[in-house]
């Protein structure tokens, strides 16, 4: 198992995480091979989508939640915005914020916990990049395909030459490779690499490289396709490399460019709906707000369809079959929470929200007496430095005037005093 993370995304932040999302991949392709005899991997890929959005389904019900019991407390909200309308003294506005805290606690929900989800799936997300960029990377079955002909090509004199260049040739700018490396698995890994992202043309260049091992080839290949291809799609491969090989193809392959051309367009489609689907808190927040969520609500779905181009069909696939999900979810979602009763609503979270009111008092309580407590200390302070002093200058008064007639202290006094009055003197 070692051996095979040598060919893994190796990140700090990702890599753990890309290995995990193999690691959940890799059983799934198990389970669906040896139970089902299934082998794509985009059937994995659907799969694997619905255990992660099943699994973060708690956080989609509480953001749907939030969507919806956000819109019908609208007028709560604008009632608190106007009344604190063009105050922007700290006190005002910690008075606004606790409001709209307590109507929250009132209804029982968390603007924190409506975010989390996508907090959560930014992770997954980057990893799961990772992991479809070299699928042989994190299951094994799929290295599996193409050890044989890794280990004939490493018997092959001269092969590292052979495979830099047709590394080279191909461009495979995602995929970092050392063929003057001394460990034979590091090179097994390499080659594997290599192969995995060869397209058409790149299999013809081992045709013709490596000619003793014809056969091999072919096997390898054929059983990539049956592997790799999500109809007549490589899914390690972006749309817009698919479109560009079958629209320059010496037989331009218009199969191949619509079926390219319709992943990031059914991408688009499926976010728009989820977008249509989330509830719109109208009136619950600024205009300025307001335009904001709009243009997110329009731009993410342009977003998915731009990227959708430039990213490998496996993960858009992954983006698409999210989306399908999001959307069941959200229709039954959508009908079980409009049969909200608000009042029962209040009354399940009152004894909650009664608490927590109280525990804001206390802390708001606490911090108020610090000040007060702070303040009184300097004021204390300040004051004791200044009797100090004064007390100091009294003593000395009463010193100077005890003082014998023929003392120093005497003889000081009136030399202070002989000042004094030459400084009247000068002043009148």
Not at 108 to 118: A, D, E, R, V
Not at 171 to 180: E, G, L, P
Not at 183 to 195: E, Q
Not at 260 to 267: E, F, G, K, N, R
């Amino acid at each position: 198992m070692a051996s095979m993370y040598l060919t893994a995304y190796q990140g700090q932040i990702l890599g753990p995480i890309a290995r995990v999302l193999g690691w959940i991949m890799n059983g799934v392709y198990i389970g669906l091979s040896n139970v089902f005899g299934i082998k794509d991997i985009w059937v994995t890929i659907v799969v694997f989508t619905i255990i992660i959005y099943m699994a973060l389904l708690p956080l989609t019900v509480r953001q749907q939640k939030f969507s919806i019991l956000q819109q019908k407390i609208a007028p709560e909200t604008k009632a608190i915005q106007k009344k604190y309308k063009g105050k922007r003294d700290q006190a005002s506005m910690m008075a606004q914020q606790e409001e709209q805290q307590a109507l929250y606690d009132k209804y029982g929900i968390s603007p924190m916990g409506s975010c989390l989800q996508m907090i959560i799936q930014l992770p997954i997300l980057f990893g799961l990049y990772r992991v479809i960029y070299n699928i042989p990377a994190y299951i094994d079955n799929v290295k599996g395909v193409f050890s044989g002909l890794a280990s004939q090509i490493m018997g092959v004199d001269g092969y590292a030459d052979v495979m830099q260049t047709i590394y080279k040739n191909a461009k495979i700018n995602t995929v970092q490779v050392n063929f003057q490396t001394t460990d034979p698995t590091a090179m097994s890994n390499y080659i594997i690499d290599v192969l995995y992202k060869l397209g058409d043309s790149g299999w013809s260049a081992l045709h013709t490289s490596f000619p003793t091992l014809t056969s091999a080839i072919d096997s390898t290949h054929s059983a990539m396709m049956g592997v790799n291809y999500f109809f007549n799609l490589n899914i390690s491969e972006t749309p817009w490399n698919l479109i560009k090989q079958g629209f320059f193809a010496d037989q331009k392959d218009w199969g191949l460019v619509i079926v390219a051309l319709l992943i990031p367009i059914a991408s688009y489609f499926f976010q728009f709906l989820s977008m249509k689907l989330m509830p719109t808190a109208a009136g619950a927040g600024s205009d300025q707000m307001e335009q904001q969520m709009k243009m997110m609500n329009t731009m993410m779905p342009l977003v998915s369809l731009v990227i959708g181009f430039t990213l490998p069909v496996g993960f858009v696939l992954y983006w698409i079959i999210g989306s399908v999900v999001r959307v069941i979810q959200q229709y039954f979602l959508n009908k079980h929470f409009e049969k909200m009763d608000l009042q029962q609503i209040i009354e399940k979270n009152k004894e909650k929200a009664e608490a927590k009111a109280a525990k804001r008092g206390a802390r708001r309580d606490q911090i108020r007496n610090a000040a007060t407590t702070n303040a009184r200390r300097s004021l204390s302070s300040k004051a004791g430095i200044s009797s100090e002093k004064q007390n100091a200058l009294n003593q000395a008064a009463e010193n100077r005037a005890r003082a014998g007639k023929n003392s120093l202290a005497a003889k000081a006094n009136r030399v202070q005093k002989f000042n004094n009055n030459q400084k009247d003197k000068e002043s009148e």
